[in-house]
Nanobody, 124 residues
Framework: QMQLVESGGGLVQAGGSLRLSCAAS????????MGWFRQAPGKEREFVSA????????TYAASVKGRFSISRDNAKNAVYLQMNSLKSEDTAVYYC?????????????????WGQGTQVTVSS
């Protein structure tokens, strides 16, 4: 079992920056692919970004590409999401997730563990 805890959310002005953190437990963290998702009120959960276990391969949703950056530190069992040039449309609860990439690609990750989420609110 893996436990995930997000932190770093808050209220920021449009154009500002915020860094989210996800702390994970378990000895298998270094072998797990990690992802960030978000969910706004009245909408379904949306994929934001993901990173392979090695940390060398990443992917982003088109809506955040060029503005967000995902990274991880396996020695600290942590994954991060640096968010820049924030827009009001980025307002949502952000979730950290962990899973296995059975085909060795980020699009094939089966997320098994989820954090409780952290609120990000971007004011106009």
């Amino acid at each position: 079992q893996m436990q995930l805890v997000e932190s770093g959310g808050g209220l920021v002005q449009a154009g500002g920056s915020l860094r989210l953190s996800c702390a994970a437990s378990g000895r298998t963290f270094s072998r797990a692919a990690m992802g960030w998702f978000r969910q706004a009120p009245g909408k379904e959960r949306e994929f934001v970004s993901a990173i392979m276990s090695s940390g060398f391969i990443t992917t982003y949703a088109a809506s955040v590409k060029g503005r967000f950056s995902i990274s991880r530190d396996n020695a600290k069992n942590a994954v991060y999401l640096q968010m820049n040039s924030l827009k009001s449309e980025d307002t949502a609860v952000y979730y950290c997730a962990a899973g296995i990439s059975r085909l060795g690609t980020l699009t094939s990750v089966e997320y098994q563990y989820w954090g409780q989420g952290t609120q990000v609110t971007v004011s106009s």
